[in-house]
């Protein structure tokens, strides 16, 4: 099973994603790099959590929490404390790890269903909502604001644009990577079989509390890196948009659309819905208040009843069947 | 002790509505497993059209019932049929990630026609009080008191006894069965999904007299109906109405003797831990 991931390693894709990566980002546009970015963002993000939501099954909403600390308590510590933010970036990391291995204890104690996990998850992220507005030290509801980016890599800084194109590229394809690995190593069958039938897992001795703490740990302090990054690039730590139930919700959409528990099902939901989003915020942002909202509810709609099962499966059941085709007409 | 029994009022009178609030989304579930996320804006869109009513014909929002009502019961129906039905036996997240859209369709639509300005819409009733001892009430409050109570005590006894109500009992005990029992399980949860908006459409109004409302506020009512709905046990209506009540007295307790943070804290630590000691509330664990 190592040979899929080391077949994945070799393939001659990242050659091409690596052609693009330096070659693109200088000829683009501003906005359109940000739209780049954003969906790398969104790309990573969709990914680490599909390790719990995906692989494991527990539709976690509580990964505000992680995203929102890795950004807001890493600023916090710079700001307050004078934390460099690499080490701030591990504390978080570590605190969010600790938060999200609780939870899947909690999960394992009361032995909660699939709906009474996703309650608890809510309540957890609306009271991270409420803590953090209502404290000083993490920003309160005004948020914070980082100091300019000069481009100092010690200092957590890499110059905005096209260094923090490069931080969330690596950041998308180490999350990718990661999900690539657990689904091939044992701790993705594990995981596979909790979700399947939890009873029939404990039966045949899946030690399931472990293996929910560590998709658990694995998937929170993957989102809270991603969340100190993302804030360093965004350079104002908002908690109306970092610790908000919004943002998660967006993460769900985008893992569930593109395809659930596929290695690069989220990552291909991210990267189809974060431009559409980007681009109808651009072209109509401007007319009439919550038009390209609108419309982005009805594709939502649409894609979700065109395709219930996911894109990435139904694409591929598109491609299978092209593929016949081709070869016949040679 | 006034405080105290000023915020016991406050708390039952507004709890009262978030039962009411959850009664729909409860039957729902019984009867299609369909949680609505877009729920609070089907609220949202209630208040609008109340308001949109009042600006057009100056109709106070408890007249506006008889025109928001029939017509958010077609708006329910219409949703089911087209959207949510087609969705039967696909992933649960994917359903709900289909009305999240729906939210922010109906959101977003809302905003595009009323604009993002916080709006209120007048009532006769809003700024009358009544006053009990020490305890000031204000009669819009107690008006969705007794209305919400009625409601439930009407939809109880719809269940019991007429035909619609043992059809819809039995698509939620189950829905094969129902089936070969020639009942149309879809119609019965298109009729239930209807209902639902429609009783959304009684609670608009009896929240609306002094409230502000926004078009982003539907995700706050989503929340809240989900957490009174599963404190309730999903689908049982005495539950459901109480754990609006334990809801509405939580926040009115928070925040009267609470900083508040912590106030508003209150009602979501108390969640989790009911949710956590007395899964047995919680009939839905034991049958799926």
């Known amino acids: 099973m190592r040979q899929e991931f080391y077949k994945t390693l070799t393939s001659p894709v990242w050659l091409v994603i690596l052609v693009l990566a330096v070659v693109l980002p200088p000829l683009l546009p501003s906005y359109y790099l940000h739209i780049v970015i954003l969906a790398l963002v969104y790309v990573a993000l969709a990914s680490a959590w599909n390790i719990v939501g995906g692989m494991a099954g527990q539709i976690s909403l509580a990964h505000s929490l992680f995203i929102g600390t890795g950004a807001m308590l890493s600023t916090a510590l710079l700001l307050k404390l004078g934390v460099n933010m690499w080490l701030g970036l591990v504390i978080s990391a570590i605190i969010s790890g600790v938060m999200g291995a609780m939870i899947a204890w909690i999960d394992f104690r009361f032995q909660l269903g699939h709906l009474s996990f996703v309650l608890i998850t809510m309540a957890f992220a609306e009271m991270g909502t409420v803590i953090v507005e209502g404290w000083d030290f993490l920003g309160g509801a005004s948020g914070l604001l980082l100091p300019q980016d000069k481009g100092d890599f010690l200092a957590f800084q890499f110059g905005g644009g096209i260094g923090a194109f490069w931080v969330m590229l690596v950041l998308a394809i180490v999350s990718i990577l990661i999900n690539v690995a657990i689904l091939n190593a044992p701790l993705g069958y594990y995981l596979r079989t909790i979700r399947d039938n939890e009873n029939a897992a404990r039966a045949i001795g899946v030690n399931i509390l472990r293996y929910k703490i560590a998709a658990m740990v694995i998937s929170a302090m993957l989102s809270s890196v991603i969340g100190t990054a993302y804030v360093r690039y965004l350079t104002f730590a908002d908690p109306y948009l970092l610790v908000s139930p919004i943002i998660i919700i967006e993460v769900v959409l985008f893992a569930t659309v593109g395809g659930l528990g596929r290695a690069y099902g989220p990552a291909f939901g991210a990267l189809l819905l974060v431009p559409l989003g980007e681009i109808l915020r651009g072209k109509l942002g401007g007319t009439l208040p919550g038009l390209h909202y609108f419309i982005y509810g009805v594709v939502v709609i649409a894609v979700i009843l065109m395709s219930p099962r996911g894109l990435l499966p139904l694409f591929e059941k598109w491609f299978s069947r092209m593929r016949p085709k081709a070869a016949t007409s040679k | ?288």
């Open chain 2, 1 to 288: 002790m006034a405080e105290f029994l000023q915020a016991l009022a406050q708390g039952l009178l507004i709890g009262s509505t978030y039962g009411l609030l959850a009664l729909g989304m409860g039957l729902v579930y019984g009867v299609s497993g369909v949680v609505n996320f877009s729920h609070g804006d089907f609220i949202s869109l209630g208040m609008f059209l109340c308001l949109a009513l009042y600006s057009a014909f100056a109709l106070d929002p408890y007249i506006s019932l008889v025109i928001t009502v029939p017509l958010m019961t077609v708006i329910g129906g219409l949703v089911y049929w087209y959207l949510l039905r087609p969705m039967v036996g696909h992933q649960f997240l994917m359903v709900v990630q289909l009305t999240l859209g729906l939210s922010l369709v109906l959101q977003n639509g809302i905003l595009m026609v009323f604009g993002g300005q916080p709006a209120r819409t007048p009532s006769v009733v809003e700024s009358k009080l009544l006053i009990l001892g020490d305890v000031v009430v204000r009669v819009p409050h107690v008006i969705a008191f007794v209305v919400s109570f009625a409601m439930a005590i009407g939809l109880y006894i719809m269940l019991r006894s007429t035909d619609f109500g043992r059809s819809i009992r039995a698509v939620h005990q189950n829905a094969h069965s129902a089936a070969l029992m020639g009942i149309d399980v879809s119609r019965v949860q298109t009729l239930t999904f209807a209902l639902g908006i429609g009783i959304l459409a009684i609670a608009a109004a009896l929240l609306l007299p002094g409230t502000p409302i926004q078009p982003a506020q539907g995700l706050r009512y989503t929340v809240i109906t989900l957490i009174v709905v599963a404190l309730g046990g999903m689908t049982n209506f005495v539950g459901i109405m109480l754990g609006g009540l334990i809801i509405g007295l939580s926040e009115a307790y928070g925040t009267i003797y609470l900083s508040d943070t912590l106030g508003m804290l209150l009602p979501y630590g108390i969640f989790v831990l009911i949710m956590l000691f007395r899964p047995q509330g919680l009939t839905w664990s034991s049958s799926r």
